[in-house]
């Protein structure tokens, strides 16, 4: 079974960038790719779980209001590499952070914190 190992997270100023990374063990990343969403999640303490970024198998991309125009997902199948690009951070961003596959495959997680 695939796993999903996520890094990049850590603490940055507002206004600062950060760029998480999913990397998929095995090299069956590429199927999946192809067979449904993936996407990137986040959760802040007290809140439930809320989509941030998705892309389809045809590389349609959707974004929460709250971070159209700073956020960016994309993927390197050859790579078995997904990202989240995040500019422009804002406090609100502070979250743990999780990719996910089809099928319900998830990561750990990685904490970003957006704070002077």
């Known amino acids: 079974q695939v796993q999903l190992v996520e890094s990049g997270g850590g603490l940055v100023q507002p206004g600062g960038s950060l760029r998480l990374s999913c990397a998929a063990s095995?090299?069956?990343?590429?199927?999946?790719?192809?067979?449904?969403?993936m996407g990137w999640f986040r959760q802040a303490p007290g809140k439930q779980r809320e989509l941030v970024a998705s892309?389809?198998?045809?590389?349609?991309?959707t974004y929460a209001d709250s971070v159209k125009g700073r956020f960016t997902i994309s993927r390197d199948n050859a790579k078995n590499t997904m990202w989240l690009h995040m500019n422009s951070l804002k406090p609100e961003d502070t979250a743990v952070y999780y990719c996910?596959?089809?099928?319900?495959?998830w990561g750990q997680g990685t904490q970003v914190t957006v704070s002077s």
């Open positions: 095995g090299s069956i990343f590429s199927i999946y790719a192809s067979i449904g969403v």
């Open positions: 892309i389809t198998p045809s590389d349609r991309k």
């Open positions: 996910k596959l089809p099928g319900d495959i």
